[in-house]
């Protein structure tokens, strides 16, 4: 299981969801799908979002099923009297699109300076969001806050600009 670090320092353990696998093994669709449908919603934003894996845990299948499966329940669920938000599921949406672009930038192009997929999915989740919501300068102020990382301040007002 990744560890990661927050901004205080402290170190804690994202758990992937285990899912009828062995010890050390887990279900790369059950820890997206299985805790976003479980009311984890924020452990899937961070297990997407987090920049301090080793290795991938995620593969392009998982993601790209997660993805497709996510944006088809929000464009079923949008119409009805049922409630159901959509800015969790847009920034969701977005980040693992965006985790999916930064995968294929990894492998497609190796030579160049490494960017770790979780700077795509944060740009993809702002992307979906700014085109979504409309609001540029207030969604660049809640990402940087959420990620405290002022150096992906440009980054995501050129992204939200242009998605919007």
């Given at each position: 299981?990744?560890?990661?670090?927050?901004?205080?320092?402290?170190?804690?353990?994202?758990?992937?969801?285990?899912?009828?696998?062995?010890?050390?093994?887990?279900?790369?669709?059950a820890?997206?799908?299985?805790?976003?449908?479980?009311?984890?919603?924020?452990?899937?934003?961070?297990?997407?979002?987090?920049?301090?894996?080793?290795?991938?845990?995620?593969?392009?299948?998982a993601?790209?099923?997660?993805?497709?499966?996510?944006?088809?329940?929000?464009?079923?669920?949008?119409?009805?009297?049922?409630?159901?938000?959509?800015?969790?599921?847009?920034?969701?949406?977005?980040a693992?699109?965006?985790?999916?672009?930064?995968?294929?930038?990894?492998?497609?192009?190796?030579?160049?300076?490494?960017?770790?997929?979780?700077?795509?999915?944060?740009?993809?989740?702002?992307?979906?969001?700014?085109?979504?919501?409309?609001?540029?300068?207030?969604?660049?102020?809640?990402?940087?806050?959420?990620?405290?990382?002022?150096?992906?301040?440009?980054?995501?007002?050129?992204?939200?600009?242009?998605?919007?």
């Open positions: 299981m990744p560890a990661t670090t927050d901004t205080t320092g402290h170190s804690h353990r994202l758990e992937l969801l285990h899912y009828r696998c062995k010890e050390h093994d887990y279900n790369q669709q820890a997206l799908s299985v805790q976003m449908g479980g009311g984890g919603a924020e452990t899937v934003i961070e297990l997407l979002l987090s920049r301090n894996y080793e290795t991938e845990p995620f593969g392009y299948s993601l790209a099923l997660f993805f497709a499966t996510n944006f088809l329940l929000t464009l079923s669920f949008v119409g009805t009297a049922a409630p159901y938000g959509l800015f969790v599921p847009h920034f969701v949406q977005g693992a699109f965006g985790r999916i672009v930064g995968i294929a930038m990894l492998r497609n192009f190796p030579h160049t300076e490494p960017t770790h997929p979780g700077t795509y999915a944060l740009l993809g989740a702002g992307a979906f969001l700014g085109g979504f919501t409309r609001m540029t300068i207030a969604l660049t102020v809640i990402f940087v806050e959420i990620t405290s990382d002022t150096s992906m301040l440009l980054p995501l007002m050129i992204v939200l600009t242009v998605a919007r």
